[in-house]
């Protein structure tokens, strides 16, 4: 129903009347053709609605989305004027009712608690709710920041639902009040006429009058709408209208003071309300570009200054105060407030505005600005570690001083946690100073370093202590940080030696070693650390720095000082006196580096008592149950290498050190496990995970001290190396068979010195043989065996055992069982048939189905990979077998493989490629019968072998090529032909072709002649092409020309075009 004039009138003079209840009708009626019913009203009517916004009885009315769609709709008529409407808008001052709106919209919208918005009657809020519930059922999309969860109670439920339609509602409502602004600034600009490219006019591009207000209320306004936008975005609410509504914003604020000279004023209005709104907003990442470019302009142009004075540093921490109250207010309840978080982005954009704006002249001044607005960002976030690195972190890029108060105080955070400590914070404090860390909290520090584990520590504090010790290698500081730390482990009642008992942290201090300190200061500390009453403490520290000692200068001055052979005697006397187990085996391990490092000097007055030691520990561990316990094996390891250090000095006999290696393989590597929870990592820390104390030891014996394991008994080395075997069959892990297979390595290399013991050597491969020719041969003593005599010169085996290694692989390959070890099988069948097959059963049996034949039977799929390789072996087993001087019947044996050959291709030849290549191996191996007079008798069989092969092989390769094949057919049709041209020669040696297989040959031109005839038509198929390669390949075998396949193929390609 259409109201009158008269009663609309009337109704909207009646204040009493709800907004809610009359926008709908004049939103209605002026949507439609307004002239009709009320012509010269619409001023009337924006008076009116703009009036009612400003009431203070219409906060509903500020909130409604209808409202504000209705004025825009206002302001849009066509009978508006629009110098009337902007004279309304500036008498009501319009700015001041958009901030109350944003104003009322931040303290609904804020709470997260709060229930959702519903409108006062339902046809207003039809359109709310068909729009969330629009929004709701396209939220399954990717991305959506409305996609439901199945998760959680039905009360998180719920209040998520609610917390987005209130996003939905809040982000409506900035879309329809943004909406009538930007309506408003582009209207007036029709209306003044303004010219961004006349010169005069543009400082009007700046300021808008028509929004030119009080600066406080254009404070409010923003202030409202970065708290309104912090709302949205901090609740994982997406959207990209934010471009025009900042923009208007500033436009907004710079209207309002521009031509204001009261430039304190405005910084104070920043200050008070804009700083923490912005700096919150700013503490969110993921934040649209054009809120940051304009938060970054407010903090340049407001709050960032000059610091020339005492009166200058006053007025900026003035400034900063409310971003401080924020933050103290925060920790006081023990949370985390927004604001702190944006206080490293905060100091990049003064960094930059201090980059920008101070000339070099003024560079003093600038770096006093950053000092002192990161010195107070420091003392707000005395309880936040994470923010003060970051700080630090942006103060270290961009060289700023801080004051060494600050850097102290950051130190004591950093550590005030009794168990963790927030190591990116220390390592970033190193980097600008590392002396505060040490002068502040020494003990502390080291405290935290002495308890780390380094292998399973985190990374942040392995980086942390990294960045420590390159830091004071880098400051030839070295020796003072030792120094400091000695001094503390010497202090402490129990010692914390956890990171120094570790390879990892011993290996990094040794790397660094003669990086840090000069030969001097090596000896200096050494000597200091050395002191008998010290010994204790320092052990670890000691061993690794004579483990970083490798220069031949360093290694004559300690040796020549005397300090190596006083040390030497305070380990020994030690070792005998204690019964600590985790400290004996430390003592032995320096002992053996200083046995190894300097051989020459004269150890002989201690080296009995050491020697005495070894035997002792030997006694007692190897020949009871100790050595399997936890903690042991270590010390053993350790005691076996200092037995073979102490042999090298001759203070050792070969006998006595034969004894102590025999308990060793009885107690060690014949138990079926050792329970070592600590893996050894000494033996001159070639090895730092093996799994056990025969893994690690084999290694160290296989590279060190082979030339004294080649003197011990012949039964003591088999025993060894095939206890070492079985000890990779039971490895469960294959890190355990990796160790064992390096251990091999070394033992096996062709300059190893096991080759100069020809006993050892001999035993070495009795071993191998002995483990394949084993009833069940584990795979990995197969692999481990197969990968060894790849490693070996083979020319070192016996000849006796080169045939019995092919005999015996040869029986592996027939059972099938390791297929995917075939082609290393065969690799090494080959490599001991090019040495020799004499006495091979191989040999033997060379003219039986079950003999070397059954070869190119293991595997249905022909060719297979190794099928070339099948085939060289039996080639060169008919080939030995021809050149032997020395077998009993090799010409018999040759006429039963050739009449094999035979049988095989009457039987089966055409349909059989295994037939073909048995015979294409003996005719290969036979090549040089003609010129051998001993085999005439073979010769006719051989000529008979050939023809019948090559006839075969035509008519096999006739009646295929050019045939639809399978991929398998035409693989054989290639290796046909492969073996048809070492058959047939160019030079006139070869076979000759009888007149049938020529005709049979000459016949396949129709049918390829036909193929030709398509090359030009682009019909021709990838098979064709396969087909008439396959045929110029056969026609340039049998032509005896010499021409080449390609040729031929390019040739009827040719005559087809």
């Given at each position: ?5 008269a ?25 439609t053709?307004?002239?009709v ?11 009116w ?13 500020r909130?409604?989305l ?5 004025l ?6 066509p009978?508006?004027?629009p110098?009337v ?10 700015v001041a009712?958009?901030?109350?709106t ?7 919208y ?10 006062n ?11 969330a519930?629009?929004?709701s ?5 990717l ?7 199945t998760?959680g109670s039905?009360?998180?439920q719920?209040v998520?639902?609610d917390?987005?339609?209130r ?19 582009l ?21 808008t009058?028509?929004?030119k207000s ?14 309104l ?14 471009l ?5 914003c500033?436009l907004?604020?710079k ?33 649209p ?5 304009t938060?970054?302009?407010f ?8 610091i ?17 109250t ?8 023990s ?10 982005f ?24 950053i ?12 309880s ?36 963790l ?12 100073d590392l002396?505060v ?15 780390v584990?380094?292998?399973?520590c ?10 420590i ?6 400051a030839?500081?070295?020796e003072?940080?030792?120094?400091k730390?000695?001094?503390y ?8 030696f ?19 300190l ?10 200091k ?32 000082s005397g ?7 305070i ?12 400290l ?17 000097l004269?150890?002989s007055e201690f ?7 070894v ?15 936890e903690?042991t094996?270590?010390?053993t ?5 200092t ?9 050792l006999?070969?006998d ?16 079926s496990?050792?329970?070592?929870a ?39 080395q088999?025993r060894?190396i ?17 160790h ?10 062709k ?9 050892t ?10 483990t ?29 055992q080169?045939?019995?290694f ?13 297929q995917k ?14 040495l ?5 059963s191989?040999?033997s ?12 039977t ?44 035979s ?5 089966s ?18 090549a ?20 019948m092969?090559?006839e ?11 045939e639809?094949?399978?991929n ?7 290796l046909d ?38 090359l030009?038509s ?14 110029g390949?056969?026609v340039?075998i ?17 005559q087809?075009?």
């Amino acid at each position: 129903m259409v109201l009158s004039t008269a009663a609309l009138t009337k109704s909207l003079r009646d204040k009493a009347t709800p907004l809610l209840d009359l926008i709908p009708t004049a939103q209605s009626l002026y949507r439609t053709d307004t002239a009709v019913f009320f012509p010269g009203k619409e001023e009337w009517l924006v008076e009116w609605l703009v009036e009612r916004l400003a009431g203070e009885a219409a906060s509903d009315g500020r909130l409604s989305l209808k409202a504000w769609n209705t004025l825009l709709d206002l302001l849009n008529s066509p009978n508006l004027n629009p110098n009337v409407a902007s004279a309304i808008l500036r008498r009501h001052k319009f700015v001041a009712i958009v901030a109350k709106t944003l104003s009322e919209a931040v303290a609904r919208y804020q709470s997260n608690h709060g229930k959702p918005l519903y409108f006062n009657d339902g046809v207003e809020d039809t359109d709310m709710r068909d729009a969330a519930s629009s929004a709701s059922s396209s939220g399954t999309e990717l991305g959506s920041p409305l996609v439901r969860t199945t998760f959680g109670s039905k009360a998180n439920q719920q209040v998520k639902r609610d917390q987005i339609r209130r996003c939905q509602q809040a982000q409506m409502l900035l879309a329809a009040v943004f909406g009538v602004l930007e309506f408003i600034r582009l209207r007036y600009d029709q209306i003044v006429g303004r010219d961004l490219e006349t010169t005069k006019r543009r400082r009007l591009n700046l300021t808008t009058p028509i929004f030119k207000s009080p600066p406080e209320t254009a404070a409010n306004l923003c202030e409202s709408y970065f708290k309104l936008i912090y709302i949205l975005i901090s609740s994982n609410h997406q959207f990209c209208e934010t471009l025009a509504w900042t923009n208007i914003c500033e436009l907004i604020w710079k209207s309002s003071s521009y031509g204001i000279s009261d430039a304190v004023k405005l910084a104070s209005l920043v200050s008070e309300r804009l700083l923490n709104p912005i700096s919150a907003i700013l503490s969110i990442n993921a934040i649209p570009s054009d809120i940051k470019v304009t938060s970054a302009w407010f903090l340049d142009t407001y709050i960032f200054q000059q610091i020339s004075s005492q009166d200058k540093r006053t007025d900026l921490l003035k400034k900063l105060e409310p971003l401080a109250t924020a933050c103290t207010v925060g920790e006081a309840r023990s949370i985390q407030p927004h604001n702190i978080s944006a206080l490293p982005f905060i100091l990049e954009l003064a960094i930059e505005k201090a980059r920008k704006d101070f000339s070099v002249k003024q560079r003093r001044h600038a770096d006093g600005f950053i000092s002192i607005l990161l010195s107070w960002m420091m003392s707000i976030t005395r309880s936040q570690s994470s923010v003060q690195n970051l700080l630090l972190e942006i103060a270290v890029r961009n060289k700023v001083a801080v004051e060494k108060s600050t850097l102290e105080a950051s130190v004591h955070l950093a550590l005030n946690n009794e168990r963790l400590a927030h190591w990116g914070l220390l390592k970033t404090i190193a980097k600008i100073d590392l002396d505060v860390i040490f002068s502040t909290s020494g003990n502390a520090v080291f405290s935290k370093f002495s308890d780390v584990d380094a292998r399973y520590c985190d990374e942040a504090e392995w980086h942390f202590i990294e960045e420590i010790v390159a830091m004071s290698v880098e400051a030839r500081d070295l020796e003072n940080f030792l120094d400091k730390w000695f001094k503390y482990l010497n202090e402490t009642k129990e010692g914390q030696f956890r990171i120094w008992e570790s390879d990892r942290f011993q290996s990094f201090v040794a790397a660094n070693v003669e990086i840090g300190l000069a030969s001097n200061q090596i000896l200096t500390v050494i000597k200091k650390f050395s002191q008998p009453h010290a010994i204790k403490t320092s052990l670890v520290m000691i061993d690794s720095i004579i483990r970083g000692v490798t220069r031949i200068e360093t290694i004559d001055k300690l040796g020549s000082s005397g300090l190596v052979v006083s040390l030497f005697n305070i380990l020994t006397t030690n070792a005998l006196q204690n019964d600590n187990l985790k400290l004996r085996w430390q003592y032995i391990r320096v002992l053996v580096r200083l046995l190894d490092l300097w051989p020459m000097l004269d150890f002989s007055e201690f080296i009995p008592s050491l020697k005495k030691v070894v035997m002792e520990r030997v006694t007692t561990y190897l020949s009871s149950s100790q050595c399997s316990k936890e903690g042991t094996s270590k010390e053993t390891s350790l005691l076996l290498t200092t037995a073979f250090l102490l042999q090298e000095h001759s203070s050792l006999s070969v006998d006595e050190l034969q004894h102590i290696f025999g308990s060793f393989m009885v107690s060690m590597l014949t138990a079926s496990e050792i329970n070592d929870a600590m893996s050894w990592d000494g033996g001159f820390d070639t090895i730092s995970t093996a799994l056990s104390v025969s893994e690690s030891f084999s290694i160290i014996l296989m590279k060190r001290f082979l030339p004294v394991f080649n003197q011990f008994d012949e039964n003591i080395q088999r025993r060894f190396i095939t206890q070492l075997l079985e000890i990779a069959s039971r490895g469960n892990t294959w890190a355990s068979y990796t160790h064992i297979r390096l251990a091999w390595f070394y033992f096996v290399q062709k300059d190893s010195d096991v080759y100069e013991s020809t006993k050892t050597r001999d035993t070495l491969f009795s071993v191998l043989l002995s483990t394949l020719q084993a009833e069940l041969v584990d795979e990995f003593k197969l692999i481990l065996v197969l990968e060894t005599l790849n490693q070996c010169p083979l020319s070192a085996v016996r000849k006796s055992q080169r045939s019995s290694f092919i005999d015996v692989l040869f029986l592996i390959l027939k059972e099938q069982k390791y297929q995917k070890h075939h082609e290393n099988i065969l690799n090494v069948m080959n490599k001991f048939a090019q040495l020799s097959t004499n006495t091979s059963s191989l040999a033997s049996s060379i003219g039986k189905h079950d003999g070397i034949y059954g070869i190119l039977t293991i595997l249905e799929e022909i060719p297979d990979p190794t099928f070339e390789a099948r085939l060289n072996l039996i080639s060169l087993v008919v080939k030995h077998l021809l050149e032997s001087q020395k077998h009993e019947k090799p010409e018999a044996q040759l006429g039963a493989a050739i009449d094999l050959a035979s049988r095989l291709l009457d039987e089966s030849g055409i349909i059989d490629i295994n037939a073909r290549a048995w015979s294409y191996c003996v005719l290969q191996g036979t090549a040089a019968v003609n010129q051998n007079t001993q085999y005439s008798l073979l010769s006719s069989k051989l000529s008979r072998l050939k023809n019948m092969l090559s006839e075969i092989i035509i008519k096999s390769t006739t009646q295929n090529c050019g045939e639809p094949t399978a991929n398998k057919a035409s693989r054989g049709l290639a290796l046909d032909l492969t073996f048809l041209e070492s058959l047939v020669s160019p030079s006139g040696n070869g076979i000759e072709l009888s007149a049938i297989a020529m005709e049979r040959i000459s016949k396949r031109r129709e049918h390829f002649d036909h193929i030709l005839s398509r090359l030009t038509s682009k019909k021709i198929s990838e098979e064709d092409i396969s087909h008439l390669l396959c045929y110029g390949r056969l026609v340039a075998i049998t032509d005896g020309r010499g021409i080449k396949p390609t040729e031929v193929a390019f040739s009827l390609a040719n005559q087809g075009s």
